[in-house]
Structure formats: C-alpha cells, structure tokens
C-alpha cells in the first residue's frame, strides 16, 4: 500500500540534571564545589533516503522519543549526552507543525538531515554558583526539557515532469514506452493508486541525459475539493517542473477531449496551490484510432501540430489544439500503446525542462521559480523572555509558566544561599514588579506551584 502522509509525535530528549557535590578529600578540607553539568538531551531529526518510496513505516509507529541526557557528577564530571533519534523519510517529505501548520522541514536530497526537536540543554552543577561571598552553593540547575511537536508528514512525488489527466489516458502506458518503469496496466480506471517514477534517458549511452517523469493517479472532476483519490495526489503535481497533459484524442470511451481538458486545468487552478500556471505540453493520446491524423497504419508522424491545424473531419481533435495553443501549449499527437509520436514528445519535453533549469539558474534568489537552497528549518523550544501569568483567587496570587515550574525544582529551599538566588531570579524577570502592579500587599500567599510563601516587601 501506498502512504503518502502520517502524523507523528516527536519528543527530544531532556537535559540531564547538574550535581550539587564538594570535594572530599583527606588533605582538601575546604575543597569546594564540585558538581558536574548534566548532559544534553538527544535531537530528533530527519534524514533523507533515496532507498525510501514511502512513509510506510509510520502506519506502525506514530511515537518517537530521544534519550535524555545523564545528570552530571562529583570531581567535575559532565553527564553523558543523549544519543540523537534519526528517522529515515523518503525524498520529497515535508514535516509540517500539526498545531500551527508551519514548515518545519522539507527533505529533497539524499543525506539531507533536519532536527524536528531539540534536545534539552543539560542543567548547570553547583561548581557555576561558586562566588567570592558564596562559597558553599548548596544548589544546581536542572536540565531543560527538550522539545516536542506533532507532525503532519507528506510525501511529494520528486520528478521533473508530470503526467496528468483523467483515469485511463493512457499515461501509464506511456512512461512505461519511455522509461524501464513497469507500473500495473489494465482497461479500467484507477488502476494506479500510487504515483510510479520513471527515468527516461535522452540522446546516447553514458551522455547522462534525461529525466524522471512521474505517472500521477487519475484525477476526476471535484478533485481539487477532495472528491476521488485527485485531492490525495494532486500534491504530487507540486513538485515536478514540467506538466504533461495526456488527453484522450479519440475519445474512446465517448469523452469530449476539449471538456476533459478544461476539467483537468479547472482542477489544477482548484487546489490549494494554484497548478494552472505550470509549464505544460499537452500529449493528444490514440491519435492512431483516429483516421487521417497521421498515426495510423505505418504513416509518418505528423508531430507537433502547429498553428491550431488538424486534419479535416477531426474536429474534436482541432478543438483540443485551438483551446491548449490558446493557452500557449504546444499539441503532440502520439499513440502510447505503439510508440509512434512518442519520441517526438520526449525531445520537446527535454528541451523544456532544460530550459526551465536555465531559468531557475539564472533567477535571482527568492525569486519566483528560484531554486530553494534552504534545506530546512529547524524546530526549537521558545528563545522568548520567561512567560508566566498570575491570578488572584481570595488573596491568593498563583504564579504558573513553564520556566517558574523550573524554577521552584531548582531551589533548595531549606539553604540560604539557594533562596536567594530564587528571590534574585523573581526580581530579575520581572515577577515582583508584575505582582505589585497586580495589587499585592503585604502578608499575602503568593503560590507557585507546590511551593508557598508570605509576600514582603
């Protein structure tokens, strides 16, 4: 089965927590502190693999979680890190924040790493809080959290060009003349669930020219709003430079190649991301069925029809080339099924996707059609200022936020010298002034957390 999108849930690995020790040696009675830093929380990051062709394995797995860093120890000792958690996606993946729909990263070349959750910094041991009048710092920092997120994951289709249009064209019969592709063949519709990739090589052997053209599933009018499996591949579509339109010219099961060609660039101007615009060739397919077109019965091929002409009586065929030229798209007349004309389409796509790629070339960067060269964004915990909120319920001031939670698990309470850090922290953040202006006096309960104290000024 073909999977072409998942949701996933990443975790990062914590930071391991810093040690609170001092030297304990015979002939050291006064050998100060000696707590070691915690280790730091393993990364989760994905890595591109261009063995992959799916996201199968996330049908089976949907949790992943890195190693926490160890906590640091006596005589200075750091903690060990966290071993970083590497998934393997196919090329083409794109990781996506479930809750905000941000892009998080967008995998397109083999070797290609991007950390979705960073792992947590490990927290500092006592020897940092050692000062000229605090000698005996009977607290450490604990390690930070790592990072988490859900992921919606999709796969594009990476292919120079694409094939597209209605179920039973014939689009699979033409990439497998073109390309060593074997995609499965039958009379019926549907019968490719799943996009197939195909290289197809251009001029002679070892010149390395060529291309991967993708066979895209059928679409169907109301793709575009999710109707049939269109608005499932119509993603696909995205990532290919080039479009090939296959229109079924003879009309062989009593469909109007006209109406099917507007209904399929009506379905790509539909989607979520405008298609309309993307260079397109329009391939007339069974042209050999139809009489005088020039594919039949061992005539030459008439090729590329220029300036809207088709042969008398074809007037569907001529209607199929004054509406694609209309739109500046050139018509190939071409029969998949006996390869005649096919040749003469694979030319002219090759000579547009190396025209295409000059392009890309020469545009300037963050311009339209420029290649990306960002390989990815990474995924971090909040860098902002401390948030916290206060509420006053009957003269209670409660104090909640994710670094206040770190906060109170940091402090000793029961030592002076740990106290005062957490008083000096309060101020430093601003808290104390945040509490004053909420109206607090003096001898209410303030709480954060487990932890309660009287106010004083």
């Known amino acids: 089965m073909f999977v072409d999108s998942a949701k996933i849930f990443v975790k990062a690995g914590n930071g391991g927590n810093g040690c609170v020790s001092f030297r304990r040696e015979k002939y050291v009675p006064a050998g100060g502190p000696d707590g070691g830093d915690g280790g730091a929380g393993g990364d989760v990051a994905l890595l591109g693999d261009g063995g992959l062709h799916t996201l199968g394995d996330f049908r089976y797995k949907k949790k992943y979680a890195a190693q926490n860093g160890a906590p640091g120890q006596s005589q200075n000792r750091t903690g060990r890190s966290g071993e970083d958690l590497i998934i393997k996606v196919p090329l083409g993946t794109l990781a996506y924040d479930s809750l905000t729909g941000e892009l998080i990263a967008d ?12 792992g947590g910094k490990g927290g500092a041991g006592n020897q940092h809080f050692a000062t000229a009048t605090r000698q005996i710092p009977n607290f450490a920092k604990s390690g930070t959290e790592g990072g988490e997120a859900n992921l919606d994951i999709e796969l594009k289709v990476l292919a120079d060009a694409g094939l597209v249009g209605f179920p039973n064209v014939g689009k699979s019969t033409l990439l497998s003349m073109v390309s060593s592709a074997r995609p499965k063949i039958a009379d019926y519709h549907f019968t490719t669930l799943s996009p197939n990739l195909g ?6 052997p070892g ?13 169907i009018e109301g793709a575009s709003g999710g109707a049939g499996l269109g608005d499932e591949f119509l993603r696909h579509v995205e990532r290919t430079r080039l479009l090939v339109h296959v229109v079924d010219a ?5 469909r109007d190649p006209v109406k099917d060609y507007h209904a399929i660039n009506h379905e790509l101007k539909n989607y979520r991301t405008d298609l309309s615009g993307r260079p397109q060739i329009v391939a007339a397919n069974k042209a050999d069925a139809l009489p005088g077109a020039g594919l039949g019965d ?3 091929l008439a090729g590329k029809l220029d300036g809207g002409a088709a042969p008398p009586g ?15 798209r050139p018509v190939y007349l071409i029969s998949a099924a006996t390869g005649k004309g096919v040749d003469a389409l694979v030319a002219a796509v090759y000579r547009k996707l190396v025209e295409l790629r000059e392009t890309e070339k020469e545009a300037p960067s963050g311009a339209a059609g420029a290649t990306q060269t960002e390989s990815y964004k990474l995924y971090t915990l909040e860098k902002a200022a401390p948030k916290f909120s206060i509420t006053n319920e009957g003269g209670i001031y409660s104090l909640s936020g994710q670094w206040l939670k770190k906060l109170v698990s940091d402090t000793n309470f ?3 010298e740990s106290l005062q850090f957490f008083q000096t922290m309060l101020k430093k953040y601003g808290i104390i002034e945040a509490l004053e202006e ?3 006096d003096e001898g209410d309960t303030v709480k954060i957390y487990d932890f309660e104290f009287d106010y004083i000024r």
Do not use: C, Y
């Not at 083999?110 to 960073?118: D, E, L, R």
């Not at 290289?199 to 002679?204: A, E, P």
């Not at 074809?314 to 500046?328: I, P, Q």
């Open 298 to 300: 061992g005539a030459v």
């Open 199 to 204: 290289v197809v090589d251009v001029g002679g």
């Open 207 to 219: 010149d390395g020219a060529g291309f991967v053209m993708a066979d895209i599933p059928g679409l």
């Open 314 to 328: 074809l007037s569907a065929l001529s209607g199929l080339v004054a509406a694609a030229e209309a739109d500046g």
């Open 414 to 416: 029961s030592d002076n």
């Open 107 to 118: 995998i397109t070349q083999n070797g290609q790493k991007a950390v979705v959750a960073a």
């Open 250 to 254: 003879a009309g062989t099961e009593g």
């Open 438 to 440: 909420s109206g607090i």
